[in-house]
């Protein structure tokens, strides 16, 4: 199993500013993804997150809005730049392991 | 395009009924699909994981069957406990890259 945590929790930003958020899984995995969920709504892919290489998006999705860092394999960012209200959301980190997918407990964003 | 299909979105039953929750999918070439609960303003926990060569995965009051043929996935609830009122998400993975795609959910509530 993997036990995921994420920083912060929760967070309420001003537009025009950037946020970034941690994921930090106790054990080393391959495949690591950033997952938005809008509210009222389902998730949605925003991202692989590649350790050592770019990060994979998305169609709709794009890295100078969402750039994400990926140095080892048990850790990851994901930066909401330049904010509107529109990019309030829970934004969770998940891995996969051949068994099955695991998820972080998101961060609630909230946008003024 | 690869969509995931959830009815109904919303359920309401009385304590102790039986209730099947429905996943339906578009490209019947599927490498998993996984059941989870949402609970509101948590993660997500993993309920079942069915791989493409599986017909069901049971796990106490939970049953869920899947039907590449049909491109649909069945989410069955036993004797269902005001407890088990959460939202259930559908995710399937056309690939082994660990991604997936969710459907909408369905928000199950069920009445003491």
């Known amino acids: 199993s993997a036990v995921i945590s994420q920083k912060p929790s929760r967070d309420i930003c001003q537009r025009g500013t950037s946020l970034t958020i941690q994921c930090q899984v106790d054990s080393q995995v391959t495949m690591m993804f950033w997952y938005r969920q809008q509210p009222g709504q389902s998730l949605t892919l925003i991202a692989t997150a590649n350790q050592g290489s770019e990060a994979t998006y998305e169609s709709g999705f794009v890295i100078d809005k969402f750039p994400i860092s990926r140095p080892n394999l048990t850790f990851s960012t994901l930066t909401v730049s330049n904010m509107s209200p529109e990019d309030s959301s829970i934004y969770l980190c998940?891995?996969?392991?051949?068994?099955?997918?695991?998820f972080g407990p998101g961060t609630r964003l909230l946008v003024l | 395009k690869q969509e995931v299909t959830q009815i109904p979105a919303a359920l309401s039953v009385p304590e102790g009924e039986n209730l099947v929750l429905n996943c339906s999918f578009t490209?019947?070439?599927?490498?998993?699909l996984q059941w989870f609960r949402q609970d509101p303003g948590k993660g997500l926990t993993s309920l079942l994981l069915i791989q493409s060569s599986q017909r069901e995965q049971t796990s106490g009051r939970l049953n869920a069957s899947l039907d590449k043929s049909s491109g649909r996935s069945t989410l069955y609830i036993a004797a269902s406990q005001p407890g088990d009122s959460a939202t259930y998400l559908c995710?399937?993975?056309?690939?082994?890259?660990?991604?997936?795609?969710f459907g909408d959910g369905t928000t199950l509530t069920v009445k003491p």
């Open positions: 490209d019947s070439a599927i490498y998993n």
């Open positions: 998940s891995v996969a392991t051949e068994e099955t997918q695991y």
């Open positions: 995710a399937v993975s056309w690939t082994n890259a660990g991604k997936s795609t």
